[in-house]
């Protein structure tokens, strides 16, 4: 399974990204994908999370009511709209992919992106 990670990029304070996640090698109805996100020193902390099959998913609480994770599993893609960006969502952004359901820790996960930096700033 391999991830790809794109669309991140530099944004002013109240603008918006969409980040996309594209899955090839075998993704779908059975893995569960989630958003990470890390800055220098920091762990990498969980920012969203979807099920396969179902539309369960979950967000960390600094990112409730702005962000929102999708899945295209015919395009084998999963989308992170971010909404009303703040400076503290500057980061480095993964994806990551496991098989059954989500969780929110990071070492549960088998399959990571390459990460695409999500800066804002004014």
């Known amino acids: 399974v391999q991830l790809q990670a794109s669309g991140g990029g530099l944004v002013q304070p109240g603008g918006s990204l969409r980040l996309s996640c594209v899955a090839s090698?075998?993704?779908?109805?059975?893995?569960?994908v989630g958003w990470f996100r890390q800055v220098p020193g920091k762990e990498r902390q969980f920012v969203a999370a979807i099920n396969g099959g179902g539309p369960t998913r979950n967000y960390a609480e600094s990112v409730k009511g702005r962000f929102t994770i999708s899945r295209d599993d015919a395009n084998a893609t999963v989308y992170l709209q971010m909404n009303s960006l703040k400076p503290e969502d500057t980061a480095v952004y993964f994806c990551?992919?496991?098989?059954?359901?989500?969780?929110?820790?990071?070492?549960?996960?088998?399959?990571w992106g390459q990460g695409t930096q999500v800066t804002v700033s004014s």
């Open positions: 090698g075998g993704t779908g109805r059975n893995y569960a």
């Open positions: 990551a992919a496991r098989y059954g359901a989500y969780t929110f820790r990071a070492l549960h996960y088998s399959y």
